[in-house]
């Protein structure tokens, strides 16, 4: 039994309430939380009838500090699922801290505005320290360490599929295939199709963001910095069939690095059509994917934020898209002295999942990992004061209600590698 406070109502945020919802023995109160309190509203009245799990709303702007936690403490949560955007990532903890909360993420950390001065130098360093320079990574979170574990409060970050799901398979390849792993391929497929052409399959500032940022790999104890979407190749998936894939940098690969000891070189592989790649490119060579405001009409203006106001929303893709996601990992390593591949991999329907919960299945395969990550924290089964990934915890668990709670996973012991 147990009380979850959630931040955020958007396409991740939907999909992870109404599993809330579903599992109503664990979950018997929930409270959404989110800047437009009109959302949270029309999902309670969607969501109740339905369920025996009881729901509250309250508008928050996350950025709030002092005004979270005073919500968080008359709450008094079991656990805080932050589904908003990165960017408040910092803040939520801050509250969580203060009202004494444990605290659960989907993304890494990235200051919305990489140019404010007060930003941009400690940008700069940590380009040059860690040898990426994507804008999120874990180091502004990972600090907080000390913090949770004096507090006894436990923070788990990157909780959705990918991150989350992938760094859980990790562990579970570990602990029960091999005795070293050496290679880590994580390959994301969406071979859905909305018919736009041009839309993100989530929050398209984060998306594009993340896209277009330089691409980087982890290779014998360093990263390796290449241009973005300058390495090409094609893999045949299961259910989904040949597709192109792209190396990325991606937010797993920095603490599977650290976490899994005797790794030699992690990648990341997204699956991206032409119409896609064509688009960012033309929107990225105008202007349009930048950062730093631009005054219109004595208006401030940032570009990327005016073009996800003209992108169709992410939420509203779930009855026009058709088709499979196919994401999972490939591992290389050893076991009892003998070479040995592996993959494990999950296969969503973005037509079932729209039938079930009324989203894509890009926002389901996030929001189901979402809500177990949360159960296994607000009942104490990860319950361990400090802040950390999910590899960092007992796999089998969440493997067992990855399953059940719609999400089955595949393992291949002789899989097809990346050439
Ligand atoms: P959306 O834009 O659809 O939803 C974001 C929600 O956060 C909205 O409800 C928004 O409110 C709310 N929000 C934004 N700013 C604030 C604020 N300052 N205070 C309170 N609420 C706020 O995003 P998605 O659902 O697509 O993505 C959610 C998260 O999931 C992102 O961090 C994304 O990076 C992550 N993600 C993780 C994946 C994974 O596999 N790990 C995959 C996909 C996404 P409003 O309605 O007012 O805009």
Sequence with gaps: MAKLFIIGCGG???????????????????????????????????????????ITTAQIDAMDVPALTVLIREYAP?????????????????????????????ATFEPEDINDPAWRPIYEKRCKDLGFSAYFDYSWQWAYQEKFKEAGL????????????????????????????????????????????FATNFNPEINLREVSSPCSYWENGHWVEIPAMSVKSEYDFEQVGKKDIYLMHHNEIESLAINIPGIERIRFYMTFGNSYLTHMKCLEN????STIPIDYQGQKIVPIQLLKELLPDPASLGPRTFGKTNIGCIFTGKKEGEEKALKIYNICDH?????????QAISYTTGVPAMIFSMLVADGRWKKPGVYNAEQFDPDPFMEALGEWGLPWVIDESPAMVV
């Design 154 to 197: 436990t923070a788990v970050l990157g909780c959705g599929f990918d991150p989350g799901v992938t760094n859980v398979f990790s562990a579970y390849a570990l602990k029960h295939y091999f005795d070293e792993i050496n290679n880590i391929d994580i390959l994301d497929c969406n071979g859905g199709d909305h018919g736009y052409p």
């Design 286 to 289: 105008v202007g349009m994917l």
């Design 78 to 106: 079991d656990a805080v699922l932050n589904v908003a955007l990165p960017y408040q990532n910092i803040a939520i903890m801050d509250a969580c801290l203060a009202a004494g909360a444990n605290y659960i993420d989907t």
């Design 12 to 54: 991740v945020g939907s999909v992870a309430i109404s599993k809330c919802c579903q599992n109503s023995a664990v979950f018997t109160d929930i409270c959404i939380a989110s800047r437009t309190k009109s959302k949270c509203d029309a999902l309670k009245a969607k969501l109740e009838g339905k369920t025996s799990t009881r």
């Design 351 to 359: 037509q079932e999942s729209y039938r079930e919960v009324g989203s």
